[in-house]
């Protein structure tokens, strides 16, 4: 058996076209999406460079602001409240990393909830856990999206998310949760990993380990989804799961690349379009 593959990249562009009318729908309004670079971090120039490209390809107003690695948290502070004050800004985003003098909690309590495109913010994760309108994370909303276009119902399937952190493991298992899945959290302090992941009609591999999984960790006819974004021997991009030897065993999985990279960040691009319509209305 071959997996059906997931690609994220078709989804994405489906969903960006889908976007293009939506935007035509908001009279006038032109979604704006600020991005606060702060320093030299060649990854995180990369990734705002592709998220400017994609807000130009959609016609969404885009704003960058760059800022020295010296800058001070207050000096961050004070562009965050105007950028909260400026109605052509209806999303904000600031780009992790920070530099280690800037406490990060801070930074992002400071954006607006109604403009935390992110979703970090703890009213927003809070909204979340609650089921209340909110801005949901960039990947795992994303993800979900995936699961949606390929009629994959999460209710009554058992999840299990390998990997808990703030921005993909813990707002993944609440989404799944929220579509009456029964999910499971591991992570790398799990006793017998293989014992929870085998049970997984829906596996979600987000613990940044390359080739963690293997087939061994699956059970035959699962839904693979592959979060990892690691680098092999040769420096090519690889996931989390043994691609290679877990598409023979799953019945759909996502390729690392173009599986659930492409849909992060076209759900930024539809929390900002989503925020231009509340503020809209």
């Known amino acids: ?10 989804i994405a562009q ?10 035509a729908q908001l009279n006038g309004v032109k979604p704006g999406l600020a991005v606060v670079l702060i320093g030299d971090n060649q990854a995180s120039k990369t990734y705002v460079s592709m998220k400017q490209k994609a807000c130009e390809a959609l016609d969404i107003y885009s704003k960058l602001v760059k800022l020295p690695a010296s800058a001070t948290e207050s000096e961050l502070l004070d562009i965050i ?14 780009q992790l990393p920070l530099p280690d003098h800037i406490n990060e909690t801070s930074v992002i309590e400071a954006i607006h909830p109604s403009k935390d495109v992110d979703g970090f913010h703890p009213i927003n994760i809070g909204r979340l856990q609650t089921g209340g309108e909110a801005f949901y994370p960039c990947t795992p909303n994303g993800i979900m999206k995936m699961l949606e276009h390929h009629e994959i119902d999460p209710a009554g399937k058992h999840a299990v998310v390998v990997g808990r952190s703030n921005i993909v493991g813990k707002p993944m298992g609440q989404l799944l949760l929220g579509k009456s899945a029964t999910v499971t959290y591991c992570h790398s302090k799990t006793a017998d990993l293989k014992a929870h992941t085998r049970q997984a009609d829906i596996l979600i591999a987000a613990a940044g380990i390359r080739n963690l999984i293997t087939a061994d960790h699956i059970k035959e006819g699962a839904v693979v989804i592959d979060v990892g974004m ?16 877990c598409s023979q065993k ?32």
């Open 1 to 10: 058996m071959s997996a059906e593959i997931i690609d994220g990249k078709k």
């Open 14 to 23: 489906s969903m960006r076209e889908q976007l293009k009318n939506r935007i």
């Open 230 to 245: 690691n680098r092999d021997d040769e420096g090519k991009l690889c996931g989390d799961v043994d691609y290679s030897q």
């Open 81 to 94: 409240q105007e950028l909260n004050n400026d109605s052509s800004i209806h999303g904000i985003l600031v």
């Open 250 to 281: 799953a019945s759909a999985i996502t390729p690392v690349p173009g599986g659930v990279g492409p849909m992060t960040i076209t759900m930024l691009l539809f929390n900002t379009v989503e925020s231009a319509e509340r503020f809209s209305r």
